[in-house]
């Protein structure tokens, strides 16, 4: 469960970091146009059409890893499900550990 969490995590740090360079790049992008004029005007649609084709790669991306992450999630619910008893033995070792690394 705690490599779900930490995947979820790693996968939202992940779209902001993109989410923030698909910013940079639209403000790139309008700043050259406003600077280019008329003559770069072509060149500026081509570049927005690239755009949003790595906006659309980079969201079948995000839905990909979130199915997976879902994917794991569901994987760890049917092994608790299945040994219950597992599962409870594993959560007491780790709960032991972690109070032993938190006490030093």
């Given at each position: ?38 003559a770069g005007a072509a ?62």
């Amino acid at each position: 469960m705690a490599r779900t969490d930490s995947e979820i995590r790693q996968l939202e740090r992940s779209v902001q970091s993109l989410q923030g360079a698909l910013a940079a790049i639209a403000g790139d992008i309008e700043q050259i146009g406003s600077s280019a004029g008329a003559a770069g005007a072509a060149g500026i649609e081509q570049a927005k059409l690239k755009l949003e084709d790595l906006r659309g790669q980079i969201g079948d991306l995000v839905s990909d890893q979130m199915d997976r992450a879902e994917e794991v999630g569901e994987q760890v619910k049917r092994s608790v499900a299945e040994n219950p008893m597992t599962a409870l033995a594993a959560a007491f070792a780790a709960g032991v550990a972690a109070a032993i690394l938190l006490r030093r």
